[in-house]
């Protein structure tokens, strides 16, 4: 394996270790080429680095998407942001709350990340509603949003307005590319720096 060469070991081990010890020096962009699917945890250098290398969305650890898709929405003004994946409790990826209107609702969405690189069908708008639906009572989900970084099949079951109707949102890598050109950094590093909380219910 090519990861198993010294100097590109060597390498990784630096990017990583720059990365958890929060030393001023950041790693390089061409550092994050090399090791881009070794990253484990976003940084405000890496989010510089997709935005002039959009096509390596796809090579992003998973995790890191998710926190990525996060991030994204507390710049856009989403407030209560947390990732949930790992809370059995739920089978939403991100919980996030969107303060609407002069009256101050606010709207509880299930969000769903995806970061396969085949095209996400009518099973996965299946699954989300359901869990949407039966998790109500816990969470006062009131809308889910499916994030793909490549985009949904032609989907026959349902037609776009009906998927609305069903109170479900499709954001596909058109959608994620304006998220990262429009994205303007926090002063202080993330706007999401902490992103991980467990749901009570």
């Known amino acids: ?18 990365q958890q010890t929060h030393t001023p020096s950041e790693p390089t962009p061409a550092e994050l080429n090399e090791a881009i699917e070794t990253v484990k945890k976003l940084t405000p250098e890496l989010i510089r680095y997709l935005k002039s290398h959009e096509q390596d969305l796809l090579k992003i650890d998973p995790y890191v998407f998710e926190h990525l898709v996060g991030e994204f929405l507390v710049q856009m003004g989403f407030q209560d942001v947390w990732l949930v994946g790992k809370e059995w409790k739920t089978s939403a990826d991100i919980y996030a709350v969107e303060k609407v209107n002069a009256l101050g609702v606010r709207i509880r969405y299930f969000v769903e990340v995806k970061r396969e690189k085949n095209k996400i069908g ?5 699954k989300v509603y359901g869990a949407m639906i039966g998790e109500r009572t816990k969470y006062g989900w009131n809308a889910a949003m499916i994030v793909s970084v490549v985009g949904f099949t032609n989907i026959k079951k349902y037609s776009p307005a009906e998927i609305e109707r069903m109170g479900i949102y499709l954001k596909d890598q058109d959608e994620i590319l304006k998220w990262l050109r429009a994205y303007q950094p926090n002063k202080d590093g993330l706007w999401l720096p902490d992103p991980n909380k467990k749901l009570l219910a």
């Open 1 to 18: 394996m090519k990861l198993r060469h010294p100097s590109r070991s060597r390498k990784i081990y630096s990017l990583l270790k720059s």
């Open 122 to 126: 009518v099973d996965v708008i299946d």
